[in-house]
Nanobody, 114 residues
Framework: QVQLVESGGGLVQPGGSLRLSCTAS???????MGWYCQIPGKQRELVAV??????TNYTDSVKGRFTIPRENAKKVYLQMNSLKPEDTAVYYC??????????WGQGTQVIVSS
């Protein structure tokens, strides 16, 4: 069974940068891939998405600070710059496939604190 494996989370000071990565463990024919974040007690929220054709969309709070480079059909990154304490959350990668359930990663914790 294909899984999404995330890495790159951690503790960073305000103003710093982190790069999250998400890789599929096997072959997937993904359309869109993206990232959600979740704070305890709140719903998961979309952060950024990239379509197979390269089109991107970002939530307003991260525009100009985050980018979502995509290496190929099975690997995507979240480049996080100028991090703020309010970016602290668990970040989940996902992949949408034709006629199949959405794939989710296990989540990676990002903490922005001095």
């Amino acid at each position: 069974q294909v899984q999404l494996v995330e890495s790159g989370g951690g503790l960073v000071q305000p103003g710093g940068s982190l790069r999250l990565s998400c890789t599929a463990s096997g072959t997937i024919s993904s359309n869109a891939m993206g990232w959600y974040c979740q704070i305890p007690g709140k719903q998961r929220e979309l952060v950024a998405v990239i379509g197979f054709g390269g089109g991107t969309n970002y939530t307003d709070s991260v525009k100009g600070r985050f980018t979502i480079p995509r290496e190929n059909a099975k690997k995507v990154y979240l480049q996080m710059n100028s991090l703020k304490p309010e970016d602290t959350a668990v970040y989940y990668c996902y992949a949408d496939r034709p006629a199949r359930p959405r794939l989710w990663g296990q989540g990676t914790q990002v903490i922005v604190s001095s």
